[in-house]
């Protein structure tokens, strides 16, 4: 039995803080402590992969909870918005969400971002895949412009997708949308053999470089053998190559007056419908 989750995407979030650069990145205070006295040495090793409480994060969309629960466990104080209290609600009751969160706001995510201070956090999950489709006011030029200002000057964008990789189509609009408010765009593909499937799609965003410090001592460090290291250290290898569509200026912006996704995610929505109704029996169904 585990208690992690065998959804591989929610531990891609977590390499918001492994960024290369950042001063509470885990490998780099593991590196430090090499100069440091033995016992030394050994204390800060297993206290790497903890923040020094200065840190804030948001998640926009909470699901079951892993995401904030990991940066919860690493010092980092985190707000939710979720606009559907009965998930936040059993992501305590049955995923062990942590109670004392920094804060936790029942509202919907684009009103959030629009009113919330500037330069307020360090990493924003954002990951709202609502059962076949995203929200798309959530991926909008004028949704990514808000969270590009209400991050910090090198707070790092961590934005799931969930669509068809080889759909050159929506990849290169969002992409670009994404593209218009942050010079640093990579996307990591969850592990997949085929890409004509649906699949997660986790763009990391930033307005400075993003160089991946992942490396095998950070992941002894979170233990081999859990799902969570053995995604990270597959991570690097599943990247899709966006960069010819982060720069075409020609290339047009998703906006909120021209936001095709709805239409462009119906048989994204159609594909999960069945792949739910295969994952869990007709009774299921049938009575919640």
Partial sequence: ATSESIFGIFYYADAVRMIRGRKNNPAAKRLAADAQPTGWTQTLSRRALIGDGSERALQIGLGVGVSA???????????????????HEAAVKFFKLPKKLNAVHIMDGRRFIDEAPASTYDYIIHDVFTGGSVPPSLFSQSAVSQLRRILSRDGVLAMNYVGVPSDRRTLSHVARTIGTAFPHVRCFVEATEDMDRMANMMFFASAEPLAFDITPDLLRLIGRDTIRARVLGEMLRYELDISSFVADAELRPITDDWNPLSEWQVGTAIEHWHAMRRLLPTGFWLKY
């Fill in 69 to 87: 629960r990991l940066l919860h466990s690493q010092n980092v104080r985190v707000d939710v918005v979720e606009i559907d209290p009965a998930v």
